[in-house]
């Protein structure tokens, strides 16, 4: 079946605008996570939904990010007046329970400038 | 930040020699989580240990649980150009379903 989708690929806007990212994930995952990495690091924890609710949204840095998962499937990670510092691969991931394995998606690359 | 600490941070290896890379934690965990991202890719899951004192096997690849589930180790035997990647380690606490990845080993194999 289809992995984990996430759009765009690629994403480069302006300091100051506001941007989505999508993450479709495998069918049937209660789990979601976001993630950001960037070059040479980790992925960094920003939030992770179980169902339709942010279980745990500690890692979201400011109140710029903001994510939801209206249906409990499709996610949107929210990033308002972009710095250039948010530049990054923004991941998402999914799993079939809490404690399962976690099914990457191929990442959003956003550019602010 | 991160939870868990990656040594080392560079493996530079001879194709056909053997090499360890450990994560460590302050903090009792509840399971622990391998993955490896080759370069230009995505985190692919490799393993999930739970039991202390855990120890599976993935043909060259070994992977342990330590006894006190702190820490936990990948052992890759006769390494080759395939192996190359970052191998992260990631880690949840008990009681904490928030799922953290360590800095990662980056692999590099000499031909």
């Known amino acids: 079946g289809a992995g984990v989708s996430q759009t765009p690929s690629n994403k480069v806007t302006e300091k100051g605008k506001y941007v989505e990212l999508r993450c479709d994930p495998i069918?049937?995952?209660?789990?979601l996570y976001w993630y950001r990495q960037s070059l040479g690091q980790g992925p960094e924890f920003l939030i992770y939904?179980?169902?339709?609710?942010?279980?745990?949204d500690s890692g979201l840095p400011n109140d710029r990010f903001f994510a939801v998962r209206p249906e409990g499937s499709v996610s949107t990670l929210k990033i308002q007046r972009t710095e250039r510092g948010d530049s990054a691969v923004y991941l998402c991931?999914?799993?079939?329970?809490?404690?399962?394995?976690?099914?990457f998606g191929q990442g959003t690359r956003l550019t602010v400038v | 930040g991160q939870q868990v600490m990656q040594i080392p941070q560079y493996q530079h290896v001879q194709e056909g020699e053997d090499f360890t890379t450990y994560c460590n934690s302050s903090?009792?965990?509840?399971?622990i989580q391998w993955y490896k991202q080759r370069p230009g890719g995505h985190p692919v899951f490799l393993i999930q240990?739970?039991?202390?004192?855990e120890v599976k096997k993935q043909k060259r690849l070994t992977f342990q649980f330590g006894e006190a589930k702190k820490n936990s180790s990948l052992h890759i035997t006769a390494t080759q150009t395939t192996d190359v990647g970052t191998y992260f380690c990631?880690?949840?606490?008990?009681?904490?379903?928030?799922?953290?990845f360590g800095a990662g080993t980056t692999v590099t194999v000499r031909a």
């Open positions: 939904f179980q169902g339709t609710g942010a279980a745990d």
């Open positions: 069918s049937g995952h209660t789990a």
């Open positions: 990631a880690v949840r606490r008990s009681n904490d379903y928030k799922l953290s």
């Open positions: 903090t009792t965990l509840s399971n």
């Open positions: 240990l739970v039991k202390s004192g």
């Open positions: 991931a999914s799993s079939l329970s809490i404690r399962a394995e976690a099914f």
